[in-house]
């Protein structure tokens, strides 16, 4: 799987960005997908993913974003958004999706290149 991510900026704090990744190589059907971040100086860090539909299509959150951002998914478009809303500064980060066949938060099998966002105060 081949993943495209984009969608970043440079935004102030409370503003609201969404992000997109094009998903492309093997068919989406089976695949979880979820979104990670990696603050300057940090690890990277899981922020939100979601189920393939057939199982359920689940969505969950790291608990600094729920409220805030909201993961979706478009099968059609094999393409899988993350709608950040509420932005704070301690949220700037480079924006990575990711994907896998059976669990996306723990060691996702698929990286995009990541996307840029910066939250001024």
């Known amino acids: 799987v081949q993943l495209q991510a984009s969608g970043g900026g440079l935004v102030q704090a409370g503003a609201s960005l969404r992000l997109s990744c094009a998903a492309s190589?093997?068919?989406?059907?089976?695949?979880?997908m979820g979104w990670f971040r990696q603050a300057p100086g940090k690890e990277r860090e899981f922020v939100a993913g979601i189920n393939w539909s057939g199982s359920g299509g689940g969505t969950y959150y790291a608990d600094s974003v729920k409220g805030r951002f909201t993961i979706s998914r478009d099968n059609a478009k094999n393409t899988v958004y993350l709608q950040l809303n509420s932005l704070k500064p301690e949220d700037t980060a480079v924006y990575y999706c990711?994907?896998?066949?059976?669990?996306?938060?723990?060691?996702?099998?698929?990286w995009g290149q990541g996307t840029q966002v910066t939250v001024s105060s």
């Open positions: 190589g093997r068919t989406f059907s089976g695949i979880h």
């Open positions: 990711a994907a896998d066949s059976f669990n996306v938060r723990i060691a996702p099998m698929w």
